[in-house]
């Protein structure tokens, strides 16, 4: 049996491994030597050339303050006209009521003289209280809404049974209502006790008085 064929196997092993880190050692060794030469010849042929960088641009110049802000101008005053405009003004009268129209004057007739008395021993008197031959509820109604008022003079005439015979209206009211009221109350209630003369007979006579017509408050 030759002496090759002896070999042991991991020998081999090993030396195969210890070559390829040899080939791998050199190789690196070539690689970066060639580099640093070539980056030195690539450095030398480059020229430098100096760039120049712009110019920042310029800043705008800051606004004006605030402060120096120029005041608005005075408002246009238009001066007044010399003339006056002229004044309208709704002028309202009032217009008093008309009071109301007073009744038209009453002419009373003057009363007749009266008639010489008699030679009596006795005079008539009423019978009665005069004061109630007229009353408020004797009042006219017409006289009472417009408030008229008044007072009547009267004289009556009387026979020998003590009745009215005439009336006569001495003195006015102002009312010729009032005053034909007072005579036709006096001629229905107005009763007398009749007089006696120097014989003792008896007789009429006449009798004045007034009543005034004034509207119950």
């Not at 310029?58 to 608005?72: F, G, S």
């Not at 009744?103 to 008639?115: D, G, L």
């Not at 003195?171 to 001629?187: N, R």
Request: proline share 20%; net charge neutral; glycine share 8%.
């Amino acid at each position: 049996m030759a002496y090759g064929d002896n070999v042991d196997p991991k020998n081999r092993v090993v030396a195969i491994v210890l070559v390829g880190l040899f080939t791998a050692v050199l190789g690196y060794g070539l690689v970066n030597g060639l580099n640093i030469s070539i980056v030195k010849k690539i450095a030398e042929k480059l020229d430098v050339v100096d760039v120049e960088e712009p110019p920042p641009p310029e800043e705008p110049p800051p606004p004006p303050p605030p402060d120096n802000k120029l005041p608005p101008p005075p408002p246009v005053v238009t001066p007044p006209s010399p003339i006056p405009p002229p004044v309208t003004t709704n002028t309202v009268q009032s217009v008093p009521k008309a009071p109301p129209t007073p009744p038209p004057p009453v002419f009373t007739p003057p009363a007749p003289p009266a008639p010489p008395a008699p030679d009596l021993s006795q005079a008539g008197t009423p019978r009665g209280n005069p004061g109630r031959w007229a009353t408020n509820d004797d009042y006219p109604a017409r006289a009472m809404r417009e408030e008229r008022e008044g007072t009547t003079g009267f004289r009556v005439t009387y026979n020998v049974e003590g009745r009215v015979t005439s009336c006569d209206v001495t003195s006015s009211s102002g009312h010729a209502d009032l005053d034909a009221e007072t005579c036709k109350l006096i001629q229905r209630r107005g009763r007398f006790n009749p007089g006696k003369d120097r014989a003792g007979n008896p007789t009429g006579g006449t009798y004045s008085n007034r009543i005034r017509w004034q509207i119950p408050r």
